[in-house]
């Protein structure tokens, strides 16, 4: 008589085999391998794949919610990676904004209001992206080009430094100046 209390003699079944295998060659032995691969199917497969339809029926739901809200939710990280590449690109854009305006005589004020613009104009390149946390990626990179000054350091440096310069190293300067100020203006909060 087989102890119950044993975990081998539960789970052992004809000839030794595992008791699911057991039941699986009664079956077959029985009734046939096709009825046993229906059968298979219906009470094992289906069911697994169906909760596997399940998951990802609600992964494309929410992915459709996402999209539908025209957002796309980032890591505090990805974030980051993003206002850096925000910077690689704008350090050209605002350098070639200089280069032609030098060609004038701007004054530092009116070319600091242009470079601002220009730079707010262009975090509209980041919008529907938030962060994991509730914040929107423009809104908070806006927020930082405003509080950090940007636009007024990079015009005085611009008029008083940069007239005869190479576009290559005003470009060079204007993203350096880009990280600081947006680097400092993530840590003020």
Not at 24 to 33: E, H, I, K, S
Request: aromatic letters at 6%.
């Amino acid at each position: 008589m087989p102890n119950e209390d044993d975990p081998k003699s539960s789970e052992a079944g004809i000839a030794g085999l595992p008791k699911s295998w057991a039941v699986a060659v009664q079956l077959v032995g029985t009734f046939g391998l096709a009825v046993f691969l229906v059968l298979y199917y219906v009470l094992v497969m289906q069911p697994k794949e169906g909760e596997r339809y399940d998951q990802l029926r609600q992964s494309v739901t929410s992915l459709g919610e996402i999209v539908a809200g025209q957002q796309s939710l980032l890591t505090r990280e990805q974030a980051s990676q993003l206002e850096d590449l925000f910077v690689m690109a704008m350090a050209h854009d605002v350098s070639d904004l200089i280069v032609a305006e030098l060609r004038g005589s701007p004054t530092a004020e009116a070319l600091a209001k242009k470079v601002e613009d220009k730079l707010i104009f262009q975090t509209r390149m980041l919008e529907g992206l938030r962060r994991k946390d509730g914040g929107t990626i423009s809104e908070m990179l806006t927020h930082k080009i405003r509080n950090s000054g940007i636009g007024q350091e990079i015009a005085r440096r611009a008029v008083a430094e940069w007239r005869n310069a190479a576009p290559e190293l005003i470009t060079g300067e204007c993203r350096g100046a880009l990280i600081f100020a947006i680097k400092r203006a993530a840590m003020a909060k």
